[in-house]
C-alpha cells in the first residue's frame, strides 16, 4: 500500500497493539507504513489526503463506513485492532486507562459510570434537574469515591429552548432518543464550555453485559444482546451527533474491542441471573467501587435526570396531551419551515 504523504487529520484517539498513539507517530504511519492503520484501535475517523478510516465500531463518525480504510473510491482494507485478548477486568481497566490522558467523566451514580469514573480519576460532571435522582446519586457516589464532580442544574427553559437543536441534530427522532440525547446535551454543552473534548462515558454497557430491565424477562436472551448490540451504531451516531454541537465527542470504554471481546465470551445467562442484570459488570467494579454502587439498580439516563418527565410536560403545556411524539413532529416541522 503506496504511503499517504498529506498531513493527517485525526479527530478522537487511536492506539496500535493497545499503546495509543501521538499524533507525530499516527503521521508517520500514513506516510511510511498505512497498511498499519487496518490494525488500529480506539475512536476515530482518520483522514489523509484521499484517504479515510474510521474506528473499528464506528464511535466516531465520518464520510466512511465503519471499520473502513478507503482511499478515493477503493476500499483498501477491514480495520481490526491488533490489541491482545485479555480478562474482562483487565479489559476494562485498559480501556479507562487509554482514554483517561484527557477528558471530562459524565457521572450518573450507577455501575457504568461510578466504575468509570473511579479507574479515570478525572473531574465529572452530573446533569439533572434540581432534585432529580441522577444528581443526588451522582454527587452521593463522587463524594464516596473522592471524585471532582460539577454538579449541572438544569431548568425546563433550557430543555425547551434546546429541543430543536437536538431533534436537528439527531438521526432517529422517536420520544426515547430523543430523551436520551437531550439529556447528553447538557452533559456536553458543560464539556464544551470547560474546554473539554472528551466527555468518557459508559455508554454500551447496557448492549453488552445485559442492563436493561426487559432481558430479566425474555426467553431470547442471547438474540436480544445481539440485536441490540447491533443497535449501538445508531445509538452513536445520535450521541456524537448532539457532542457536535458543542465541539466534543463521546469516549465509550465499554464499547472498547477488548471489553467486547471479552464480554462476548461470557455466556448470555451469566450476565442476567439470579434477578440481576449486568452481573459479570457488577463482579468487577465491586473489586473498585463500593457494593452499593457496583450493584445499585439506576434508572435510565433520561428518566434520572428528569427530563423525560419535563419533556412530556412541555408536549402537554404546547397541546399534545397524548403523544410526545406528535410534538417532536411539530418542532421538526416548523425547524424545516413546513
Avoid at 484527557?102 to 479507574?119: F, P
Avoid at 436480544?224 to 465509550?252: C, I, K, P
Amino acid at each position: 500500500m503506496q504511503g499517504l504523504v498529506e498531513k493527517p487529520v485525526l479527530i478522537g484517539w487511536a492506539e496500535l497493539d493497545g499503546r495509543r498513539l501521538s499524533g507525530a507517530e499516527i503521521g508517520v504511519i500514513c506516510a511510511e507504513r498505512p497498511e498499519e492503520i487496518l490494525r488500529f484501535g480506539g475512536e476515530f475517523f482518520l483522514r489523509c489526503g484521499r484517504c479515510r478510516a474510521r474506528d473499528h465500531f464506528g464511535i466516531l463518525q465520518g464520510d466512511c463506513p465503519k471499520g473502513t480504510l478507503i482511499c478515493g473510491s477503493e476500499l483498501r482494507g477491514t480495520i481490526e485492532p491488533s490489541a491482545p485478548e485479555m480478562p474482562l477486568e483487565e479489559a476494562i481497566i485498559a480501556a479507562v486507562r487509554l482514554r483517561s490522558d484527557e477528558g471530562i467523566t459524565a457521572l450518573s451514580g450507577g455501575v457504568d459510570s461510578s466504575l468509570v469514573a473511579a479507574l479515570a480519576r478525572r473531574e465529572c460532571v452530573a446533569v439533572g434537574l434540581e432534585g432529580s435522582h441522577d444528581l443526588r446519586q451522582a454527587r452521593h457516589a463522587a463524594a464516596t469515591l473522592g471524585l471532582t464532580c460539577t454538579s449541572v442544574s438544569i431548568t425546563p427553559d433550557e430543555i425547551a429552548d434546546a429541543l430543536p437543536s437536538v431533534i436537528r441534530a439527531i438521526p432517529k427522532k422517536d420520544p426515547l432518543n430523543t430523551g436520551i440525547a437531550l439529556t447528553l446535551y447538557f452533559v456536553t454543552r458543560f464539556a464544551g464550555e470547560q474546554g473539554y473534548r472528551r466527555v468518557i462515558t459508559g455508554q454500551g454497557a447496557d448492549e453488552i453485559f445485559g442492563g436493561y430491565s426487559r432481558y430479566l424477562e425474555t426467553a431470547t436472551l442471547g438474540q436480544d444482546l445481539e440485536r441490540d448490540f447491533a443497535g449501538l451504531e445508531l445509538q452513536a451516531a445520535r450521541d456524537q451527533a448532539v457532542a457536535a454541537l458543542h465541539g466534543t465527542y463521546l469516549s465509550m470504554p465499554y464499547v472498547d474491542c477488548r471489553v467486547v471481546r471479552a464480554a462476548r465470551a461470557i455466556p448470555p445467562e451469566e450476565k442476567v441471573c439470579g434477578g440481576h442484570r449486568k452481573v459479570p459488570l457488577r463482579k468487577v467494579a465491586e473489586r473498585h467501587i463500593p457494593a452499593e454502587f457496583a450493584w445499585y439498580e439506576k434508572k435510565a439516563m433520561q428518566y434520572g435526570s428528569g427530563v423525560w418527565k419535563e419533556l412530556q410536560r412541555l408536549a402537554r403545556k404546547k397541546g399534545y396531551k397524548t403523544s410526545v411524539q406528535d410534538y417532536i413532529d411539530h418542532i421538526d416541522r416548523v425547524d424545516h419551515g413546513h
